[in-house]
């Protein structure tokens, strides 16, 4: 017994070394492509202070806080689709199709709109109000969409249907708010909504990061509590688990990484849907292994939607949550088609 | 589902006649109602004895007239598009914006925009049927290499990705050809811009659609008893259904390529309409294009009052009417048993 599981563990620990060179690789790729082009070596001359005054612009004030914006969003949906998958035990789950994106969206918006004359949207401190704002969009939103799938316990498809209803009654809710807005506010609003990373500055980055540092470490500490969960909720109580007080202290740092994540960078559909899938084939169903591996592709994959966005049809931006949606949705097809 | 009540010949032929006055009275409200009031007694004169030095009269005749026939016929194709979907799957969720064909039809107004940027109106209706064909194909090719088989629902779930899909292709196209915002105003729905011509594309495309519709309404309401029984009847089934496709294709497309994507109006109409009018889909189809040309004549009527003297897109107002309704029908649908 204890052999198969030694090979695993390296196995693991091989992968999660291949996944972080491969970051490291794409947080390079991702620095050195864009309108204007920088040479890896003199973005890493620039990074130890040694580049162009030019350089250093483009760099730090632009690129930089994109990236480590990409790469924290990135982490923060993977995981909340981790655990939204494997609370509802649901293949389809994803904040961004259950609406609780949108809901957070919507709370961002009417927190725009009712506030737009005293603060600017990307002063700093709006920046750090503006996730606290997406959380209890986020929490209302889910909290809605779980009362009316429930019907005798929750039946996933029914979940998701019922997600996609709430999802369409926000998004007209949003365009109603937005068109109330005067124009600047307007265009921000909307394009931040696409799912739109560039217009990051360091004030996002520095409003996100405590929640993706705090909330990551603390899903994994619960990771054997998504283990049991994932056997059954007859297992699971078997086996002394509180399956309800488990299952929604769970739920709630699913909601609240993605309100965080949509605050920062709009609404990102289906990256959480499909990086739990990927890491579940590489690893298997082991949650301790689940949640740093899918951080990691989370991280990777939306750094690389970003990059393909600025540069495949350059110079048009595409938002990355754009780009994200079309790799994606052939996936969830597929996987529409294997359930039953 | 909801239940249906059998009501004599007469009875059904009375409630239509009340959706035809209310129509005509909401077109009066439509017309009447605007950034700037005008009196229902200057809109009949605007159309009787016509003066084109008045402005008023201008207004009427060149703004405030096409707009609420737009609005009418728009609403009345995709509910019967609707309908004849429903009616064909005996799904009860089907409908053209859920299944995807609208964002299709979008998609293909935004190839041709972007590519063949001198293209005519009709051509555009033309494209929008397109694209409304690509989103069914699409979705029904998913539907036949399913494990198993194409539930309500899955069917459903399988239109919003592929429509997610295609919007999404579409938004990148607007974005690189600077479209974004005649695509806003696509995707969001909207009746600013009809005209006389869109008045006219609706009547000659829609035309057929209505005909064709009306044809096959019998053999709709045999189909909707279940294929064995159809096929029992004598009844060609695939013959039907293509008719039935070729139907929602036209209707679809020239609404979508008038008004843009519209939701939810091709949802709830056709439930309300067979439960008032039953289960004869000789008398469902034209009830059904009276009920949804009144609900969209009056949701463009509340987009105009939402923000005055601003315009908000009317499908977003359709939304808000039809997602109660769609939760309600997603709930009693079993989740996909």
């Known amino acids: 017994m204890a052999k198969p599981q030694a090979i695993k563990q390296k196995r693991y620990v091989s992968i999660l070394i291949l996944l972080i060179a491969l970051l490291i690789m794409m947080f390079f790729i991702s620095l050195s492509t864009g309108v204007i082009p920088i040479s890896p070596s003199d973005v890493v001359k620039t990074l130890f202070n040694f580049g162009t005054e030019k350089q250093e612009l483009v760099l730090f004030e632009f690129r930089l806080p994109g990236i480590i914006l990409a790469l924290l969003i990135g982490a923060g949906l993977a995981v909340s689709g981790v655990i939204l998958q494997g609370v509802t035990q649901n293949d389809l789950a994803d904040p961004g199709i259950l609406g609780i994106n949108t809901g957070a969206g919507l709370a961002v918006v009417l927190f725009i709109y009712f506030f737009q004359d005293t603060l600017s949207m990307t002063s700093s401190i709006s920046a750090f109000i503006m996730p606290i704002f997406a959380l209890i969009g986020a929490v209302f939103a889910a909290f809605l969409i779980y009362t009316l799938a429930w019907k005798n316990g929750v039946n996933p ?119 739990p899938h990927i ?18 592709i989370g991280a990777l994959l939306l750094m690389m939607a970003d990059v393909i966005g600025k540069n495949v049809l350059a110079p048009t931006e595409i938002p990355v949550g754009i780009v994200v949606a079309i790799l994606s949705t052939p996936y969830f097809v597929y996987l529409l088609m294997k359930t039953k | 589902m909801l239940s249906y009540i059998n009501h004599s010949r007469i009875l059904k032929l009375l409630i239509n ?104 109106n009709l051509g555009l209706t033309f494209a929008s049927f397109v694209g409304a064909g690509i989103a069914v194909v699409l979705v029904f090719l998913v539907g036949s290499f399913s494990t198993s088989g194409l539930t309500p629902v899955k069917l459903a779930l399988a239109g919003v990705a592929i429509g997610t899909m295609l919007s999404s292709i579409s938004s990148v196209i607007s974005l690189h050809f600077q479209l974004e915002k005649e695509m806003s105003f696509w995707f969001a729905g909207g009746l600013s811009g009809t005209n006389w011509t869109s008045i006219h594309i609706l009547l000659i495309t829609g035309g057929i659609g209505m005909f064709l519709a009306l044809i096959i309404s019998r053999s709709i309401t045999v189909l909707s008893l279940g294929e064995d029984v159809s096929t029992g009847l004598g009844q060609n089934n695939i013959l039907i259904k293509a008719l039935g496709i070729v139907t929602v294709l036209i ?87």
């Open chain 1, 279 to 296: 890491t579940r084939r590489i690893v298997g169903p082991t949650h301790q292994r689940i949640i740093p591996i899918s951080t990691l």
């Open chain 2, 17 to 120: 006649g009340i959706a035809i006055i209310a129509l005509l009275f909401s077109i009066a409200l439509s017309v009447s109602y605007g950034a700037v009031d005008i009196k229902l007694s200057t809109v009949w004169q605007a159309i009787n004895s016509f003066n084109p030095d008045l402005s008023t009269h201008q207004v009427i005749q060149e703004l405030r007239l096409p707009r609420a026939f737009a609005a009418a016929l728009v609403g009345a194709f995709l509910a019967v598009s609707g309908t004849i979907m429903q009616g064909m799957t005996r799904n009860p969720l089907a409908s053209p914006s859920i299944m995807g064909v609208t964002d299709g039809a979008a998609f293909t107004l935004v190839i041709m925009l972007a590519f063949f940027p001198g293209v005519s």
């Open chain 1, 157 to 275: 498809i029914r979940l998701i249907l019922v997600g996609i209803g709430v999802n369409a009654g926000f998004s007209a809710a949003l365009i109603i708010f937005q068109l109330k807005m005067d124009p600047q506010d307007f265009r921000q609003a909307t394009v931040w909504l696409a799912g739109d990373i560039w217009s990051a500055n360091w004030n996002f980055v520095l409003a996100l990061l405590p929640w993706i540092l705090f909330l990551i470490p603390y899903t994994l500490h619960k990771a054997h509590g998504l283990n049991v969960l994932n056997l059954g909720d007859d297992v699971a109580a078997g086996l002394g688990s509180k399956v309800e007080h488990e299952r929604r202290l769970l739920l709630i740092l699913a909601v609240a990484l993605a309100g965080a994540c949509v605050a920062a960078g709009g609404g990102i559909a289906f990256l959480g849907l499909v990086v």
């Open chain 2, 251 to 337: 209707l679809t497309g020239a609404a979508v390529s008038i008004a843009g994507t519209v939701g939810f109006v091709g949802l709830i109409i056709p439930h309300i309409t067979r439960f008032i009018m039953g289960t004869d889909y000789r008398w469902i189809i034209p009830s059904s294009a009276l009920f949804g040309a009144l609900l969209l004549v009056l949701s463009d009527v509340v987009a105009r009052l939402v923000n005055a003297p601003f315009e908000t897109p009317v499908g977003a107002i359709t939304s808000l009417i039809g997602v109660p309704f769609f939760l309600y029908l997603a709930r009693g649908s079993g989740g996909g048993k």
